[in-house]
């Protein structure tokens, strides 16, 4: 009986219940996308002979805790200048390289530096040692970080683009979309021409 | 043009019935991407530093998060894990605890982000890096934003 006279339900507030929900949910999410600089620890050793380097393959940065900036222990510097000096001792080319692949030790022959007897002798024998002070902010060791993975950055996106006319940056970036073997074979490639060697030491206290 | 007039009298009121479908499409698209902070901040928002060198985080489900930063009215470092604040001995225990919740073949992939506050002394990021190397987690990312470094120092 009751059944016949049931009356539709109105449904013209439904817009704005929806919208209502529609504002919460605008207002709550956060579309942040997780950013910053990846490095790789290096793996616990026990008993490790460090190997003997020469001293001009090693472009020591010290951060005291002042957050002053020291280069090669002698050099106070800007955080500004620092990517283009790493960036001078990279590069350099002075003499003959770690041998790969078996190979005769070479000369750097894609490296556009000074070829200064006295600064290192090739990408892969380049070391580059971050020395920092317990008591150094985090900002500054980020920044000094960011530079000198930036120095590698400019140095390979150089030769990239010498090679096969496009970026490094690019290139990682096509490869992320579209993956495949010749792109695979171009990065390593790059990657062992300027390979990235920055090593940590102990902070003092 | 008396013709055209008469046409333009006649135009009818656009029909607003599939607004509420429009607005319902949009409510969905929303409530599918909105992620809800699974962890509460114990310590005051860490200031992020700034990095022009960034690379983005994929795969967020192999991330998991370490905070430093500081407590109002406390002095030192704080480091938080998951919802309470800890010590840097507990960082070996949260890194087990991570890798319990993913499959075997996953754990060598496991990132662990590092969410400091600019003010933070290196020491404590040190200890936590020292620990970490410990139980041989050693995919680390350092969160920044993204902008110029001259920023940090200031």
């Known amino acids: 009986?009751?059944?016949?006279?049931?009356?539709?339900?109105?449904a013209g507030s439904m817009a704005d219940i929806a919208f209502l929900l529609l504002i919460f949910f605008l207002v709550t999410t956060t579309m942040d996308v997780d950013t910053g600089i990846s490095r790789k620890l290096p793996?616990?050793?026990?008993?490790?002979?460090?190997?003997?380097?020469?001293?001009?393959?090693?472009?020591?940065?010290?951060?005291?805790?002042?957050?002053?900036?020291?280069?090669?222990?002698d050099t106070f510097m800007t955080v500004d200048k620092l990517r283009e000096e790493a960036v001078k001792f990279i590069d350099n080319g002075g003499g003959f390289g770690n041998p790969i692949d078996g190979a005769e030790p070479a000369e750097c022959d894609w490296c556009e530096g000074a070829k200064d007897p006295e600064s290192s002798d090739h990408p892969n024998k380049a070391i580059i040692s971050l020395e920092s002070d317990r008591g150094t902010s985090y900002g500054t060791y980020i920044a000094v970080q960011n530079e000198l993975v930036g120095a590698y950055t400019i140095l390979r996106n150089r030769l990239s683009e010498k090679l096969y006319g496009i970026s490094y940056t690019q290139l990682l970036k096509d490869n992320k979309n579209r993956?495949?073997?010749?792109?695979?074979?171009?990065?390593?490639?790059?990657?062992a021409k300027y390979p990235q060697i920055i090593s940590e030491a102990e902070p003092t206290k | 043009m008396s013709k055209f007039r008469k046409k333009k009298k006649g135009m009818p009121a656009?029909?607003?019935?599939?607004?509420?479908?429009?607005?319902?499409?949009?409510?969905?698209?929303?409530?599918?991407?909105?992620?809800?902070?699974?962890?509460?901040?114990?310590?005051?928002?860490?200031?992020?530093?700034?990095a022009t060198e960034v690379k983005?985080?994929?795969?967020?489900?192999?991330?998991?998060?370490?905070?430093?930063?500081?407590?109002?009215?406390?002095?030192?470092?704080?480091?938080?894990?998951?919802?309470?604040?800890?010590?840097?001995?507990?960082?070996k225990y949260f890194i087990f605890a991570e890798r319990d919740t993913h499959p075997e073949d996953e754990i060598p992939l496991l990132t662990t982000s590092i969410k400091a506050d600019i003010n933070s002394n290196v020491?404590?990021?040190?200890d936590i890096k020292e620990e970490l190397r410990n139980v041989n987690a050693l995919k680390i990312n350092y969160s920044t934003l993204t902008g110029d470094v001259m920023d940090n120092i200031k």
């Open chain 1, 1 to 10: 009986m009751a059944k016949r006279d049931l009356p539709e339900i109105n």
């Open chain 1, 43 to 73: 793996e616990k050793q026990d008993d490790v002979e460090p190997p003997i380097l020469k001293e001009k393959n090693v472009f020591v940065v010290t951060v005291n805790r002042n957050n002053e900036i020291l280069v090669e222990g």
């Open chain 1, 179 to 191: 993956p495949s073997e010749s792109m695979k074979e171009k990065i390593a490639n790059i990657k």
């Open chain 2, 14 to 50: 656009i029909s607003t019935a599939s607004l509420p479908d429009i607005v319902f499409m949009l409510l969905f698209f929303f409530m599918v991407t909105t992620v809800m902070r699974e962890t509460e901040l114990k310590i005051m928002k860490p200031k992020l530093p700034k």
């Open chain 2, 56 to 91: 983005k985080l994929e795969r967020k489900s192999l991330v998991s998060y370490i905070y430093v930063g500081k407590v109002k009215g406390q002095g030192g470092d704080k480091i938080q894990l998951n919802d309470r604040i800890a010590d840097v001995k507990d960082v």
């Open chain 2, 123 to 126: 020491g404590t990021i040190t």
